[in-house]
């Protein structure tokens, strides 16, 4: 999508230097537009974990990125064992960040397609084309969510009989968290391309505020009408009927339609089911983990509690800086993700189609997974 006017996506292989890969720093995001170089494993560990790089479809694309930079590493270093190095790396990465389960999928892939050549010349070049492979298929699977999403949007539309329809989201589903479009603000972005009215609530998503900070930036940069709101406000709107669809993206998502994602989604999935708001998550197959059956054994990432007692803006001196929030003696708790139960879910948006969020919707969509259980 546009930064500017110019399109970008969220990652790809420096054009100077195919042994570099790109990525938007995103933890300067919006005030500042920084593209950061990954060379290394380690640089690519550290873009994870530190969320240079956040969002699960991207997660994945990086991660993949990282397997052909190990490769590249090997090559330069003289490594030997390079099965070992392989291995290593895998268990690096996926250690990074453990609920978008894009990581491990990606990771995976990467494995699979590097055990199927000898030479490392062979694994490179093998590892290089899976990266690129990963990328091009988010981007178009983001584009079928957003057109299987838009004629929800549509209908609303038709509805109200043109009057603007008014979304919620939580987090940032946006086109930074994937290579291009964003999963949940696909069918937005489309539906304003096809000049329907569309109006955004965007969840400022404490701590890291990623709806403030990124969601909101990227509608902007599209012209898209959107209003930043506090985590708390979603319910009152819903109550007034200021809310007409919400949806969301998700970090992982069980084949039984158990949603994780980010902290405060499922307090939005309650809220919007009591006042009879549909409730959609938007997600990429890749989300999907086909060998968990319960939710609640989705495992929650927490992170340093300074994300919570400090918050990061610009100051007026224009730089970007951390401040603190609470007081120096307090302790504070940071879970990133949190699961709505299937049952609160009005659906799931895939780039098959859209489907009930249960066992029987989603294998209906993705038959070939049948068997998929262990
Ligand atoms: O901690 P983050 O910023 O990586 O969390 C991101 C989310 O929760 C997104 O909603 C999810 O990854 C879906 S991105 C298409």
Redesign the pocket.
Known sequence: MNVNGQHYRAIWLSKENPQIVEIIDQRYLPHRFVIHPLKTVEDTAFAIKE?QV????L?GATAAYGMYLAGLNARRNNIEDIDQMYAEVFDTLLATRPT?INLQWALERQKAAIATVDTLEEKIAVSLATAKNVCDEDVEICKNIGLHGLPLIEAISKKKKGETVNILTH???GWV??VDW???TAPIYMAHEKGIKVHVWVDETRP?N?GARLTSWELNEHGVPNTVIVDNVGGHLMQHGMVDMCI????RTTYTGDVA??IGTYLKALAAHDNGVPFYVALPSTTIDWKTADGFSIPIEQRRASEVTHIQGLLQNGKVEQVQLTPTASQAANY??DVTPARLVTGLITERGICVASEAGIKGLFPEKGQSRT
């Open positions: 969320m956040r969002g699960a479809p997660i978008a987090c940032n589903a968290a994937t964003g999963t949940a890291r990623q969301v993206g998700t970090d994602n980010k990133a993700f």
